[in-house]
Each structure stands twice: as structure tokens, then as C-alpha cells.
């Protein structure tokens, strides 16, 4: 495995390469990140990761500053597993002030979106620039950030890109939460906490594929029973799985989304719904 920290030194290294599986990462891998890169493997002769924390994609008062930052051991968990680690540092994907970005769909403004406003702006102005540095001809993004995958799938068809993006399953721990780099901010009696979310996603499920369909009222239902144990609820909200939108009737292939924060933690999950 090669870790390359500059544009002009991967370019080389990717030069002569014809089949290139790409997985973009923040970084602080955990057993969900591998399986994305595992999938990846089974796609490409070449296996790129990207560890970068974007600051376009963080807005005021988030938690880049403290983002952790684990490059080493990062390596560590990826050694036998990709073959370049491109981890650049915020000047060299920015050297000089990133003035154009990238305008997302109006979905982006939803959901996500909505209570971080510019977020998928960043999300897919970062991913362009690294789908132009990686040329990959597969990109693997994993569905527990599903509005995102969303998003770079809208990216892709839109900017008519020549790479094919997968979207990898939640992985999850055994008690049902789904893995994520932020759950390490939980306290011991949160994280305990923390499985109410798929818990209320999962019951969300149950329901509709009993044949409620007051979905206003489940959605309703399930905020109102995350808020009385203490959640601060961005949004539980039942939408098509192809295109984000609220589902019309007779729509088979839904997907619940949540967002809440527990203390401090902003935790998401999500769960495909098959009528």
C-alpha cells in the first residue's frame, strides 16, 4: 500500500492504471469504511481510499477542529486492503480559495440540508475535485449517509461522469447501531441509548409494512417517542427511495431517514422499506 500525499504524485502513480475503484473517506475508519473498501476490491484492479477531513462541508460551529484525525492507524486497518491512500492536506486540495462550488439539487436542502445548510454543496464539490484527481471508473459510498449517496448519484448523471457509484449496506454493531465515526463523542450511558434510533426507524418499518399509511402521523409518532427520552429531533421522514421525494401513493420502495442528536452527538440512520 502507498500513501501519497500530493496531486502531482498520485496523478503519477494512477497514470497508467485502467481500472480504478475509488472509496472517498474522512478518515477514523471503522468496520464500515472496510466493507466499502472491501466492495471496492471486488470492482477494480486498483483500490484508491481518500482520508481528507473537507471544511466546505462542515458549516459554522460544527466539529471540524475536532474531528479526529487517525491517519496512522488508519493505514494500519487498510494495509492489504487498498493499494493507494491519497490523504492531501487542506491546501493541497484548496490551494487557492474554492470560489466555484458545486449547486446541488433541491432535495439537498432537505432533511440534512436543511439544518446544515450548505453541507451538500460542499459534499459534492469535494467529490468532483476528487473524481477529477482519481479517475475512477467505480466509486463505492455507503447508504447510512443515503441523502448523500443520493446527492452524488444526482452528480454523476447530471455532469454526465464516466464512473459507476455503488452504494454499500449500513454496517452495524450487534445491538443495531449503525457504525459511524461520531460514536465514539457518545458518553457510556448514550451509546447505551444510541440503538433507540434504528430501534424507532425499525418500529416506523414494522408499521407501514402492516399497512398503516398515515405516514404524517407515523413520522409524528416517531419524533415524538425519540424527544421523550431526551433526543433533540431533526427530522423523521419517510420518502421515495429513488428520489427523496415524499412517496406518492402506491409506492412500493421507501426509505425512512432520521436525524437527532444525543447530547452533543448528531447521529443518523436510515432503513429501506419494501412494501
Known amino acids: 500500500m502507498q500513501l501519497i500525499h500530493s496531486v502531482s504524485e ?6 497508467g492504471e485502467s481500472s480504478v475503484a475509488f472509496v472517498p473517506t474522512m478518515g477514523n475508519l471503522h468496520a464500515g469504511h472496510l466493507d ?29 477542529d475536532q474531528y479526529p484525525r487517525t491517519l496512522e492507524a488508519d493505514c494500519a486497518q487498510l494495509g492489504g486492503l487498498a ?11 484548496y490551494p487557492v480559495p474554492q470560489s466555484m462550488t458545486v449547486t446541488p439539487p433541491p432535495i439537498a436542502s432537505e432533511l440534512c440540508g436543511a439544518a446544515r445548510p450548505g453541507h451538500f454543496s460542499g459534499v459534492a464539490t469535494v467529490v468532483l475535485k476528487l473524481f477529477n484527481l482519481v479517475q475512477p471508473q467505480v466509486a463505492v459510498f455507503g447508504k447510512k449517509d443515503y ?8 452528480l454523476v448523471a447530471q455532469f454526465n461522469l464516466p464512473v459507476e457509484i455503488i452504494g454499500g449496506e449500513t454496517v452495524r454493531a450487534a445491538d443495531g447501531l449503525a457504525l459511524s465515526s461520531r460514536n465514539q463523542y457518545l458518553s457510556p450511558a448514550e451509546r447505551s441509548e444510541a440503538v433507540f434510533l434504528s430501534q424507532t426507524l425499525a418500529e416506523l418499518r414494522r408499521r407501514l409494512q402492516a399497512g398503516e399509511r398515515d405516514i404524517v402521523t407515523l413520522e409524528q409518532q416517531a419524533a415524538a417517542a425519540l424527544t421523550a427520552r431526551g433526543w433533540q429531533v431533526d427530522y423523521v421522514s419517510v420518502r421515495a427511495q429513488a428520489t427523496l421525494a415524499a412517496p406518492e401513493s402506491g409506492e412500493k420502495k421507501l426509505v425512512a431517514l432520521a436525524a437527532a442528536r444525543l447530547g452533543s452527538t448528531r447521529l443518523l440512520d436510515n432503513l429501506e422499506i419494501c412494501l
Open 10 to 15: 498520485l496523478r503519477a502513480r494512477l497514470a
Open 83 to 93: 493499494d493507494v491512500v491519497f490523504a492531501p492536506s487542506v491546501a493541497e486540495m
Open 147 to 154: 441523502q448523500q449517496l443520493h446527492v452524488i448519484r444526482q
Open 36 to 64: 466499502l473498501v472491501r466492495i471496492a476490491r471486488q470492482h477494480g484492479r486498483c483500490v484508491v481510499v481518500s482520508i481528507f477531513v473537507n471544511p466546505l462541508q462542515f458549516g459554522v460551529g460544527e466539529d471540524f
